[in-house]
């Protein structure tokens, strides 16, 4: 793969590109997990993906832009030497803080297909693209997946949890919730199982769109899978380390839904109260947490790598029951960078593995 990397800032969610995604939407007839645990946690709504004509390049690679570290790594594995990638966020970049700059949004200009989340991670990245990419095809990587409800697998507090705060605060605050945690969960890479549909759907896009290569992209792509089976293995495989009594995860911000649904844990709490990490907490929500954490006997927070972890060592000083308290950063909207030794999507899932293995045990 010819990749350009050339990392462009730009973030927050464009209505132009938030009505474009949803009149591709449809209705899926059955839900992606039907346990009895989780099967009404699903919204039902699943994006579809765009119809391509073939285009004539001429001996010349696709143009191909990817808006994330993460999403780009996909594309890049299936791609390879066929395409010229381009990926808009360096590692380590915050795709919900993300802002463009005008010569950098030029970069997009020439694509032949621009890759995207799908449930408006980017924020307003993707309007941006639909203005100076006009014409371009913005494809929603995570097409063909049922997401979540946001808060799918977090715990529900009780009315004794804010039986000391002002009233007027506690509806501003179920307010807030409720604009931050509506709709469809964004971060699907949690689930192996939905990369593996990532990979198909790029699979799909590169070859309609350039059919001599169709060949190359599935040969790609079926070694991807296998490496992708493979972590999943080894997820199940360390977790399984976990007790029951310990599967329980206090978070930065609401991310990991996707992981607890898939592995068996539930969210406590999160620092920051929203879908976003541009949400700004309050001291009673900060105060909640706290109370969360001591009731269940949790001494450790997991924060992220492209946001400071001031926070979260706000609410672990205040965590006065514990002996022990662990603020441990996971890889969330970011692949590392070169020498993390989680500078790829499966080598990023590995670390957050090992890391919340350690922070739990």
């Given at each position: 793969?010819k990749?350009?990397q050339?990392f462009?800032k ?9 009505l474009?995604?949803?009149l591709?939407c ?9 346990t ?11 994006l ?7 285009l004539?390049?001429?001996g010349e690679?696709l143009?191909?832009?990817?808006t ?5 790594d996909?594309?890049s594995?299936?791609?390879r030497?066929?395409i010229?990638?381009?990926?808009l966020m360096?590692?380590?970049?915050d795709?919900?803080?993300?802002e463009?700059?005008a010569?950098e949004?030029?970069?997009v200009?020439?694509a032949d297909v621009?890759?995207v989340?799908g449930?408006g991670?980017e924020e307003a ?8 990419g006009?014409?371009?095809?913005i494809?929603p ?5 049922e997401?979540l ?6 715990h ?9 705060a002002d009233?007027e605060?506690?509806?501003?605050e179920?307010?807030?919730h ?9 971060h699907?890479?949690f689930?192996?199982h ?15 769109l350039?059919p001599?290569?169709a060949?190359?992209?599935e040969?790609n792509?079926?070694?991807y ?13 360390q977790?399984?380390q ?11 911000h609401?991310?990991l839904s ?5 592995y068996?844990f539930?969210l ?9 990490t541009l949400t700004e907490?309050?001291a009673?929500?900060?105060?909640g947490l706290v109370?969360?954490m001591?009731?269940?006997h949790?001494c450790?927070?997991f924060t992220e790598?492209?946001?400071?972890d001031?926070?979260a060592?706000t ?10 308290i662990?603020?441990i950063?996971?890889?969330t909207?970011s692949?590392g960078a070169?020498?993390s030794g989680a ?10 593995v ?8």
């Amino acid at each position: 793969m010819k990749n350009n990397q050339i990392f462009v800032k730009l973030s927050g969610i464009g209505l132009a590109f938030f009505l474009l995604i949803l009149l591709g939407c449809t209705k899926a007839s059955t839900p992606a997990v039907t346990t009895e645990h989780n099967k009404h946690e699903t919204t039902g709504d699943v994006l579809t993906l765009p119809a391509f004509k073939a285009l004539t390049r001429n001996g010349e690679p696709l143009q191909v832009v990817a808006t994330t570290s993460i999403i780009g790594d996909v594309v890049s594995q299936v791609g390879r030497e066929a395409i010229e990638l381009t990926t808009l966020m360096a590692p380590g970049e915050d795709p919900h803080s993300y802002e463009p700059g005008a010569r950098e949004l030029t970069a997009v200009a020439d694509a032949d297909v621009i890759f995207v989340n799908g449930w408006g991670l980017e924020e307003a990245l993707v309007h941006d693209l639909a203005e100076i990419g006009s014409g371009v095809p913005i494809v929603p990587i995570s097409a063909r997946i049922e997401p979540l409800l946001f808060g799918a697998n977090s715990h529900d507090h009780t009315e004794a949890d804010h039986k000391e705060a002002d009233q007027e605060e506690i509806a501003h605050e179920e307010a807030e919730h409720e604009h931050n945690h509506t709709g469809a969960d964004p971060h699907v890479w949690f689930s192996v199982h939905h990369v593996k549909k990532w990979s198909e759907n790029v699979t799909h896009v590169l070859s309609e769109l350039d059919p001599d290569n169709a060949e190359t992209y599935e040969n790609n792509a079926a070694a991807y899978q296998e490496e992708l089976t493979a972590l999943e293995m080894y997820a199940v495989e360390q977790l399984a380390q976990i007790p029951e009594e310990k599967r329980f995860l206090v978070t930065n911000h609401d991310s990991l839904s996707y992981f607890a649904h898939e592995y068996g844990f539930e969210l406590i709490g999160t620092v920051i109260p929203g879908a976003s990490t541009l949400t700004e907490p309050s001291a009673n929500d900060l105060a909640g947490l706290v109370a969360e954490m001591e009731a269940h006997h949790l001494c450790t927070i997991f924060t992220e790598t492209t946001v400071s972890d001031t926070l979260a060592q706000t609410v672990a000083a205040e965590l006065s029951a514990c002996d022990h308290i662990q603020v441990i950063k996971v890889y969330t909207g970011s692949i590392g960078a070169a020498g993390s030794g989680a500078d790829s999507y499966v080598s990023m899932f590995r670390a957050n593995v090992d890391a919340i293995v350690a922070g739990l045990k």
